[in-house]
């Protein structure tokens, strides 16, 4: 016992002595293998704001819409806004995304009006199931992001209505959905964040919808230190103490996914020369660079 003490201090003493940079080395792959290593990518945002029937609309997504923009592109992700889109529409922009090439994290972000059984509303009063929305990017289904955190954010408001004006369309979709058959695996490494909990209302107000209000901030404040789980446990607390709904969370996530790691954290955490990166790393980081 007491010889194999003294030896692996001795060990430990010269800074160049193999075993410590072994030691090292095995360290450096734990905290690898936990973090997800990839910069930021695309983010899609479909934004609902006029409606066929005009008691629909939702006149405070122009705000969200300008926040989610400004936090994202700040962020280093190439931001697409699309504007009031039907039912229709946004299958193909799904498909559309789910098509490309991607080689960073995803975020497709919906703010709409939403229903039970976790759909989303076009224009046209027509419902798309976001399990359907979600499968466009499962691994078998975009080969290019498999790995790659995907995050979905969906910010159904409903809070502006007073009267369930959409109760109409609510039998026409019950029974198509979430008759999911899809492995985990194929269904890993996503994160689904809804603004309010299933066949919950989520609010907004003259700023825009609470949640993106909280999400936006909490963004922005703590992007570069903290992993994407713990911004949004702390985006929940927020929204629990506005007493108005509850945001919900489903992940996939295998690893820590932070959206944009801070260069000195990193260094700190890996000690891993520039050259040794992979290219999405070195892509974020130049990103990053031009955007501070
Ligand atoms: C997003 O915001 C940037 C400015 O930060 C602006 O140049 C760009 O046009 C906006 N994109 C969309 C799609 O609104
Ligand atoms: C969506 O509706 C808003 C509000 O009327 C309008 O400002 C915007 O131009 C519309 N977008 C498109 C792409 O038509
Ligand atoms: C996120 O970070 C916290 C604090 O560093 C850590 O406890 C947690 O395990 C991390 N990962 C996830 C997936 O929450």
Request: glycine share 6%.
């Given at each position: 016992m007491e010889m194999s003490d003294t030896d692996s201090q001795s060990s430990c003493e010269s800074p160049d002595s193999s075993k410590c940079i072994l030691l090292y080395a095995i360290i450096d792959i734990f905290i690898t293998i936990g973090i997800y290593q990839f910069g ?107 790995g790659?955190p ?74 570069t230190k903290m992993n994407?789980t713990d ?22 996530f295998s690893k820590d996914y932070y959206?944009q790691r801070d260069r000195q954290d990193e260094e700190e955490a890996h000690e891993e020369p520039m050259e040794q990166q992979d290219a999405a790393n070195s892509e974020m980081i ?7």
């Amino acid at each position: 016992m007491e010889m194999s003490d003294t030896d692996s201090q001795s060990s430990c003493e010269s800074p160049d002595s193999s075993k410590c940079i072994l030691l090292y080395a095995i360290i450096d792959i734990f905290i690898t293998i936990g973090i997800y290593q990839f910069g930021p990518g695309l983010c899609v945002i479909i934004n609902n704001i006029v409606f066929h029937d005009p008691r629909n609309n939702l006149p405070s997504g122009v705000k969200d819409e300008a926040s989610l923009n400004s936090t994202f592109t700040s962020l280093g992700f190439d931001v697409r806004v699309h504007q009031n889109k039907t039912a229709a529409e946004i299958g193909s922009i799904a498909r559309e995304y789910s098509a490309m090439q991607h080689t960073g994290a995803f975020f497709f972000i919906i703010s709409s009006h939403g229903g039970e059984g976790d759909v989303v509303y076009g224009t046209d009063g027509k419902a798309v199931a976001v399990q359907e929305l979600k499968k466009r990017y499962y691994a078998t289904n975009c080969h290019s992001l498999a790995g790659i955190p995907k995050v979905f954010v969906i910010d159904a408001c409903r809070g502006i209505i007073k009267e369930p004006a959409l109760q109409y369309t609510t039998k026409a979709f019950q029974s198509s959905l979430l008759s999911s058959t899809t492995s985990f695996m194929d269904s890993a490494d996503i994160m689904t964040i809804f603004a309010s909990a299933r066949g919950n209302a989520a609010g907004c107000n003259e700023k825009g919808s609470f949640f993106i209000q909280k999400f936006v901030r909490v963004l922005k404040k703590h992007a570069t230190k903290m992993n994407l789980t713990d911004m949004m446990k702390k985006v929940k607390r927020k929204i629990e103490k506005l007493q108005v709904q509850t945001p919900h969370v489903e992940s996939s996530f295998s690893k820590d996914y932070y959206i944009q790691r801070d260069r000195q954290d990193e260094e700190e955490a890996h000690e891993e020369p520039m050259e040794q990166q992979d290219a999405a790393n070195s892509e974020m980081i130049s990103m990053q660079a031009s955007f501070s």
